[in-house]
């Protein structure tokens, strides 16, 4: 790699070549990994892809060389530079869905000053091949260090660090950044949920290891709930969804489902989350109770009399006169009472005459 000559003064143009020089053969001295959408997280469930970014600076013709070293696996391929130095390499879902459980190592390899991998890997024999090593002093394609895959590999921990080892060594120039991650089946888990009554609203939640946007499937349905024939009622009596996975605590991620229950039937029922792309399901059961009435409490009022006493009414008009039953008389003869009148009047001229 050849460095711009600058006009100038001999010193300030020794200095700026300088600058510019090693501003061009820094190494990559970052990575971050990202699985599926999220960052920070160094866990990926089987079938979620893996983004590993990096800055490398230099601007190396060749690339970036990055080798993936798992459990009884090794991956090589090389990746181009952006103009503002970033890198991207993905590991897809294709490719994780099939990766065995366990740790896995990414080592980014930088070309630096001659602008060639010093550390190659020999696919025909699976064997790593230091290039400025040459047998017995002469030119050639350089030196097997060390067999990395086929009969007699190491163990990939052990693989992984002959490889850092190699491309540290006194004569090669190479460099490189390092990460790594674990790989875990997926893995979706309902948080208990407890009894609630009828029309009730609440959250069903719980916890997953797939990334974050990674979509997922909720049913929720009464356990009585099966195919009736025409004929019967087979009223169904539930809610089902689709949620997004979003960042959790702990290292592990969370989803939650909305309910409510104003239209469920008081029954045992069945949640139930499955991944869309994911091969993974988890369950759980709660109740939906009726609703009791809620008792009036009884209000006894206790109404006081109080008894007052009065005094008896005194009574200011004079006592009505007793009345007696009107005599009756039988009906006499006439002359019986012209006798009765004659007989008196000659005893009235009596009286008078002895006077």
Do not use: C
Not at 279 to 299: Q, Y
Not at 321 to 335: E, G, I, K, R, Y
């Amino acid at each position: 790699m050849n460095a711009p000559i600058i006009p100038g003064r001999p010193v300030i143009r020794s200095l700026l070549t300088l600058i510019i020089f090693v501003l061009m053969i820094l190494p990559a001295t970052a990575i971050t990994l990202t699985p599926g959408a999220s960052s920070g997280s160094t866990t990926i469930s089987n079938g979620d892809p893996v983004y590993i970014n990096g800055f490398a600076t230099g601007h190396p013709q060749n690339g970036l060389q990055v080798w993936l070293i798992g459990n009884n696996m090794v991956r090589i391929a090389t990746v181009q530079v952006n103009s503002d130095n970033t890198y991207t390499y993905e590991i897809i879902s294709a490719e994780t869905q099939n990766f065995a459980p366990g740790q896995y190592l990414v080592i980014v390899q930088h070309p630096m000053m001659n602008g060639q991998f010093d550390i190659v890997y020999n696919s025909a024999t699976g064997q790593v091949i230091n290039r400025q090593m040459q047998a017995g002093g002469g030119s050639g394609s350089g030196t097997t260090i060390f067999q990395l895959t086929r009969a007699g590999s190491p163990q990939s921990p052990d693989a992984a660090s002959a490889l850092m080892r190699a491309i540290s060594s006194q004569n090669v120039d190479d460099t490189f950044a390092t990460a790594s991650f674990f790989i875990n089946p997926p893995n979706a888990f309902v948080n208990p949920v407890g009894d609630h009554i009828v029309g009730e609203k609440f959250t069903i939640s719980g916890t997953t290891n797939l990334a974050v946007g990674d979509k997922l499937q909720v049913d929720v349905y009464s356990s009585s709930f099966s195919p009736t024939k025409k004929s019967q009622s087979g009223a169904y009596s539930g809610a089902s969804g689709v949620v997004e996975v979003t960042t959790g605590t702990s290292g592990g991620n969370q989803w939650s489902f909305f309910i409510d229950s104003s239209t469920f039937r008081p029954d045992e029922y069945i949640v139930t989350v499955e991944g869309i792309l994911q091969d993974v399901k988890g369950s759980a059961t709660f109740n939906i109770l009726a609703a009791t009435p809620v008792p009036t409490a009884l209000v006894q009022s206790t109404i006081s009399v109080e008894e007052t006493k009065t005094a008896p009414a005194i009574m200011t008009t004079a006592p009505a006169p007793d009345v007696f039953p009107a005599a009756t008389h039988a009906n006499l003869p006439v002359w019986t009472i012209l006798t009765g009148l004659a007989l008196g009047m000659v005893l009235l001229a009596i009286r008078t005459i002895r006077r």
